[in-house]
């Protein structure tokens, strides 16, 4: 009656080794680390680097406990933080001499200490929050703005492209703020453009007033197009900030929209402000440029001349300018992705990038006006332009995709996907609020919110085994299986613990006590009716379960609400709520159980159970009670 078979205390093994196997990084702790990463995509992070960082901790004495290079960065561990800011200073100086010219980003951070054994079996540490962990905290203001002024910069260069197709003649288009002013000669030329701006651009609302002898359009983005473009901005910017934050790798960030036109970050584990600061203000963009191959620009590209008025001087990646004209013909706003590959016909590695459908119409004319000429693929990163490559047109490029080859590796091919990827932000932005949490303090709401949970552990286990004997020690066991088994799914999914998912540990406690408490109550009432100690366990677990499975989901589908419509802590007290629910129901019945049953259920003669004392309702005690 009471007894499991074998297969289900093999579950109940493998749980308890797994959870408490992937519990345990939590228990490590972190140590402070320097992270030196590349501040540019023409930087190369590789074992070279490892040994600069080792000479340049040598040179200055500062002991190291491990030094590690992954994909993006190299990370040197130190056993205390007055070591850390020692080798913050000196790898500064080696990797930055010159402060103009920042090559590498050197930022403090904070790396889990899990032994190599764990981390080669996959196990590790659940991320920190802000609150706990220490980091910085950003509010940003998005210039809306100049949002709606670059859109109407580009419906002016539609505009004006339209007229000339539709030989609609104009004498002068002009943006003046975020309007579009249109001037032309005479009224019916004023109604072929309305017509035209009727049917081609549905989002511009048009007034028309005298302008002397001819007639000046106005045109403006109607109220809902307006909300539309600040709204795609924001996305844009907190898409930008997500790729250049999370493919660098520094942190497990928090990135939020607040309100209608603010972005929160939070970084922790970063301590550095101005460091922080430096990797948001890392956008890239991308500008295409035809190559200035006059007489005065040849002999500017070879030095024997200065650069001629209307073009600028680039340098190549191997150093060699490269002289470039101003005029713009595509930028990276036209870009709508970029994947590291290889040239299908030299193999080589090259970035393919992919054009929306205004990029590959202009892309389209350029390349077959001018066949036989260089064009230059310039890429803007922390405002310094870099020539990824000039080849020459060969023939008119169509459909939209472009490749970008030539002397250049897979890693690079994949860093330039990457800053491409990212791309620039949509509108400008600007810090309003910035915040530090010390590590010191995020300590200290550890140790506070570690002693909360442990404390009311262990008030629960000295009243649930004084007050239900033998059955109280087993759902406290129940009740540590239970905590193990929900730190080790939080670490498997690299959940990030707050606060408020502290506090929602605290409320899984005492909502997987409170199962057991029904278990033991449902065994003292059916003992009360005078059934036998093993009819008891069984009839008390079969129909306690129901209520248990009942008041639970109810309590689940509060906590999906709070996942699904909450943000920021309250996601974070919803996450662990959840998933507490799902660990408390197993360990509580199902764990429980098979712990009662491999107490009581190997006893054919069973006479009393030690489940504390039970009152029958006329005062009697009976002669099942505790041993």
């Known amino acids: ?41 023409t930087v190369r992070i590789d074992t070279g680097t490892v040994t600069r960082v080792e000479q340049a901790l040598a040179a200055q004495n500062i002991e190291t406990s491990l030094i590690q290079l992954d994909a993006n960065s190299v990370k040197a561990r130190f056993n ?8 913050r200073d000196a790898l500064e100086r080696a990797f930055n001499p010159d402060p103009a010219d920042v090559s590498h980003v050197v930022a403090l951070n904070l790396l889990p200490r899990t032994p190599g054994w764990l981390a080669s079996l996959g196990a590790s540490p659940m991320y920190l929050g802000l609150d706990l962990r220490g980091g910085v905290h950003f509010m940003l203001q998005v210039d809306m703005p100049a949002a709606l002024q670059r859109r109407a910069d580009v419906l002016a260069s539609d505009v004006r492209t339209l007229m000339r197709e539709k030989n609609v003649r104009h004498s002068g288009i002009s943006r003046n703020g975020q309007t579009i002013e249109i001037r032309v000669a005479d009224a019916q030329t004023a109604q072929a453009a309305l017509g035209l701006f009727q049917d081609q651009f549905p989002d511009l609302q048009v007034s028309e007033t ?69 990797i948001l203000g890392r956008t890239a963009t991308l500008e295409v440029r035809l190559v200035d191959e006059s007489a005065d620009g040849l002999s500017a590209e070879r030095g024997a001349g200065p650069v001629p008025f209307g073009s600028e001087r680039y340098p190549e990646r191997n150093g060699q300018p490269v002289i470039v004209k101003r005029e713009v013909l595509l930028t990276g706003e036209n870009l709508t992705d970029a994947q590291a590959g290889f040239d299908s016909q030299t193999q080589e590695a090259a970035v393919h990038l ?101 404390w009311g552990f262990a008030v629960i286990v000295l009243f649930m085994c004084a007050y239900y004997a033998m059955f109280g020690v087993f759902s406290s066991l129940a009740l540590a299986f239970n905590l193990v088994l929900l730190v080790s799914v939080l670490s498997m999914l690299q959940a990030t613990l707050t606060l408020p998912g502290i506090a929602a540990m605290a409320l899984a406690l005492g909502m ?28 008390g677990y079969d129909q306690a379960w129901g209520t248990i499975l009942d008041s639970n989901v109810t309590t689940l589908i509060a906590g999906v609400a709070l996942l699904i419509f909450g943000s920021g802590p309250v996601r974070g007290f919803a996450v662990v709520h959840c998933i507490g629910i799902l660990t408390s129901m197993f360990s509580s019945v199902f764990f429980s159980r098979g712990l009662v049953n491999f107490w009581y259920g190997r006893k054919k003669k069973l006479k009393t159970v030690s ?17």
Not at 367 to 377: D, L, P, S
């Open 210 to 278: 005298p302008d002397g002898a001819g007639v000046r359009l106005t045109a403006t983005l109607k109220p809902e197009a307006a909300r539309l473009v600040q709204d795609q901005a924001l996305k844009q910017n907190i898409t930008t900030l997500h790729n250049r934050i999370n493919e660098l790798g520094v942190a497990e960030p928090v990135i939020q929209q607040q309100g209608v036109d603010r972005i929160v970050v939070q970084l922790p584990g970063v301590q550095d402000t101005a460091k922080a600061k430096d």
């Open 611 to 627: 489940i504390g004392t039970v009152w029958r309702p006329d005062g009697q005690i009976p002669a099942v009670k505790a041993d």
């Open 512 to 539: 997987a006590i409170d199962s057991n408490v029904l278990i033991n109550e449902r065994v003292r009432e059916e003992l009360r009716r005078g059934s036998a100690p093993q009819v008891a366990i069984n009839t």
């Open 80 to 87: 205390s933080t007055d070591d850390q800011i020692k080798a």
């Open 1 to 41: 009656m009471n007894r499991y078979p074998l297969w289900k205390y093999a579950i109940i093994l493998v749980a308890l080794l797994i959870g408490a196997l992937y519990a345990l990084p939590n228990l490590f702790g972190e140590s402070p680390a320097v992270q030196v990463s590349a501040a540019r995509s």
């Open 354 to 454: 992919t054009l929306d459908a205004k990029g590959a119409r202009i892309f389209r004319d350029v390349t077959r006006e001018n066949v036989g000429k260089r064009m230059a693929i310039i890429l803007f990163e922390k405002g310094r332009g870099e020539v990824v490559t000039a080849p020459v047109i060969r023939g008119e490029i169509g459909g939209g995709r472009v490749q970008i080859s030539g002397a250049m590796t897979t890693v690079e091919a994949s860093d330039t996907a990457l800053l491409l990827r990212a791309g620039s932000l949509a509108a400008p932005m600007e810090i309003i609020e910035e915040r530090t949490i010390g590590p010191s303090l995020g300590a200290e709401n550890i140790a506070k919110g570690f002693n909360s949970v442990v």
